[in-house]
């Protein structure tokens, strides 16, 4: 369980091998990988928003109730897991003009690790302080950005010109997911109760 969560911080050459070598099905990285590690986030988010509130400076706090931010954290977790899905679908899509490309449970495989300090990011939403969230979201997709250039060569069997070509198509996609999560993020748990009021009334 999160075994190779160490190793892609560590060493992300030698755990692309290893993870290469496993053949990991689709239903096993969610189970032991992607609906752990995309929890942390929401749990932070929910910590944060019920015991501190979002600080917009300024003095401003905006905070939740228990019942609204958990069915905000609900909405946020599923969305995280359905973009995970969107941009292994897009790795498929790009490998597909290569000679033996990898199945799309492969690379919804390869998608769910490489997303992984993008979920650990997510700790800092425990103290939910605008600034420190967009810049450990900001670390966090640099490092997603490097396992990404690392991983797909040897995932595709292509060569590093190639991979970087599939690689920026895939951030910049992953890009476009993560300003609309964090778009979400803000309206979720910044103005959460309004929505959910108005959805109810």
């Not at 189970?31 to 400076?57: F, K, M, N, R």
């Not at 954290?73 to 897991?81: D, H, N």
């Not at 190639?162 to 609309?180: D, M, N, R, W």
């Amino acid at each position: 369980m999160l075994t190779h969560v160490w190793g892609l911080i560590a060493h992300p050459n030698r755990e692309w091998k290893q993870i290469k070598g496993e053949r990991e099905t689709l239903t096993h990285l969610y189970e032991h990988h992607v609906l752990l590690l995309a929890a942390i986030p929401v749990v932070c988010s929910y910590i944060g928003t019920t015991q501190v509130g979002w600080s917009l400076g300024g003095g401003t706090t905006i905070q939740l109730g228990y019942l609204d931010a958990l069915g905000a954290g609900i909405v946020f977790y599923l969305v995280i897991l359905a973009a995970v899905y969107a941009v292994g679908k897009v790795i498929r899509y790009m490998a597909k003009r290569y000679t033996r490309p990898p199945s799309q449970s492969q690379c919804i495989v390869f998608a769910g690790y490489v997303a992984t300090p993008m979920f650990l990011s997510g700790i800092v939403a425990v103290y939910p302080l605008i600034w420190l969230c967009l810049l450990a979201g900001i670390i966090g997709l640099c490092y997603t950005a490097y396992l990404l250039y690392l991983g797909i060569p040897a995932f595709l069997n292509i060569s590093k010109e190639e991979g970087f070509i599939v690689s920026s198509t895939t951030l910049a996609f992953g890009v476009l997911i993560l300003e609309a999560l964090l778009g979400m993020t803000v309206l979720l748990w910044g103005y959460g109760e309004r929505i959910i009021l108005s959805i109810i009334g």
